[in-house]
């Protein structure tokens, strides 16, 4: 297992990043990129950067395809400081499908290989997202869950876009695998990226990037309880032991990103995060009011002319018609004194794409904190009967009490934080016993 858990230095965001190669495969085809920009003035301006990609192909062609999205769409957002942030995060996992295509062209071992890619940038109060393929970004808020891509797989394809057939329809999603895909980087022709936002966040906002390891894996309903009851750190441990837990058929990757400061559940997400992205426009000088200036401009100078005058001798009605120009000079200027300024004038931005496209409950329920505390049992009870393993079993009787005291007390957030806590724990235990092992056979 990859992991890295970090903070980012301008205090604003706590994330981490999980890879596992799960229960049934050999190599992990999964990538991830969650390495902030080490350069704060290139952050405040383009954003923190977070990045999923499942790789596709024989042998290790789709490990070679998601690393390359990873590092040439990292690297490549970062470069383009003078774009915006959505046109530099199309353009940056442009770039990506079209080396990961000329690799696949160049040679024969890497043909037809490809990957999956979803993008998250975090900058000033919004979020975008840049998404290829059916690897998925979540944002969990106030206890609820929202998937904010669309997944580019057939199933999907088919339920977007209805027939008049309804029940055929049906009948043919549910004989359709769920793992074809209708875009990625490298084999797709003519690709288009999905762009989402800007989304506006809040403190407390918790997002998921995910490869379909994980999501066709755990539900909906079920990642955002998660996301809500715990940390970053906790929080990717969790999901992914889960996954294998229940089979671990594909690679899992789980980026969990939170931003700082809690929400209170109870109360509505603030004025201020619901309030549209605006960005300033210059507005353009009307016509009218360039003819008042110029006219009062001519004014001023007859005035000042005529002022010349009266003081070289030339008479009282020339120094009485001169006030008056002065006079009705300074009047017009007062009474277009708005038109003559270039404001600016707030635009709101055009939201991107259409998401989110799926919303589930995130707060705890019964079936949830049930299910994992009978999933948690299992696993303890099928490590006890083997000696190889020598976890803090009194510590473990004592969490399992306090879940179900929990679970007694229809306290089921407290119940699953406590059976995670098991789950997390005794999985450690035994990738420990794992890599101890794998260290004495190569020895």
């Not at 957002?77 to 295509?101: G, W």
């Not at 980026?255 to 004025?271: H, I, L, M, N, T």
Request: hydrophobic share 40%; charged share 25%.
């Amino acid at each position: 297992m990859n992991d890295q858990t970090d903070k980012w230095p301008l205090d604003m965001l706590d994330y981490s990043a999980r890879t596992d190669v799960g229960m049934r495969r050999t190599i992990n085809q999964d990538s991830y990129y969650a390495s902030p920009d080490a350069n704060l003035e290139r952050r405040r301006e383009q954003g923190a950067l977070f990045i999923v990609a499942d790789g596709m192909g024989a042998h290790v062609a789709g490990e070679k395809a998601s690393r390359l999205a990873v590092s040439c769409a990292s690297d490549s957002y970062y470069r383009r400081t003078n774009q915006s942030v959505p046109d530099a995060l199309r353009d940056a996992v442009m770039e990506a499908h079209e080396t990961i295509r000329a690799c696949g062209e160049s040679d024969p071992a890497y043909r037809d290989m490809g990957t999956t890619c979803d993008a998250l940038v975090l900058t000033d109060g919004r979020a975008y997202v840049g998404h290829v393929g059916d690897s998925r970004v979540y944002r969990a808020r106030e206890r609820v869950v929202e998937q904010l891509t669309f997944d580019h797989s057939l199933v999907w394809e088919m339920k977007y876009y209805p027939t008049s057939h309804s029940a055929y329809r049906q009948l043919q999603i549910d004989n359709i695998p769920k793992n074809i895909i209708t875009r990625s980087l490298g084999p797709t022709d003519g690709l288009v990226v999905d762009i989402e936002g800007p989304i506006a966040t809040a403190p407390g906002d918790v997002f998921l990037l995910c490869s379909d390891g994980l999501s066709g894996r755990v539900e909906d309903d079920e990642l955002g309880q998660i996301l809500e009851l715990f940390p970053p750190n906790d929080a990717t441990e969790a999901l992914i032991n889960l996954a294998n837990l229940r089979g671990g058929p594909d690679n899992v990757t789980a980026v969990v990103v939170r931003v700082k400061g809690r929400v209170d559940s109870s109360s509505e997400p603030s004025a201020e995060a619901s309030k549209p992205v605006v960005y300033e426009k210059r507005a353009p000088i009307p016509l009218r009011a360039r003819l008042v200036g110029a006219g009062a401009a001519l004014s001023l100078i007859v005035a000042a002319c005529l002022a010349l005058a009266n003081l070289a001798g030339r008479g009282t009605w020339i120094a009485i018609f001169g006030a008056l120009a002065c006079f009705l000079t300074g009047l017009a200027i007062w009474f277009a004194r708005k038109s003559l300024v270039r404001a600016a004038k707030p635009v709101a931005q055009e939201k991107l794409g259409k998401g989110p496209y799926a919303r589930a409950s995130a707060a705890p329920t019964e079936k949830f904190a049930n299910a994992i505390g009978a999933l948690c049992d299992e696993l303890c009870e099928a490590l006890r009967v083997d000696p190889q393993y020598e976890p803090d079993w009194d510590g473990v009787e004592k969490a399992r009490a306090q879940a179900r005291e929990a679970r007694a007390s229809e306290n089921y957030g407290g119940s699953l934080r406590a059976d995670f806590t098991i789950i997390n724990y005794m999985m450690r235990e035994v990738r420990k016993y794992a890599q101890k092992t794998q260290g004495h056979e190569r020895a």
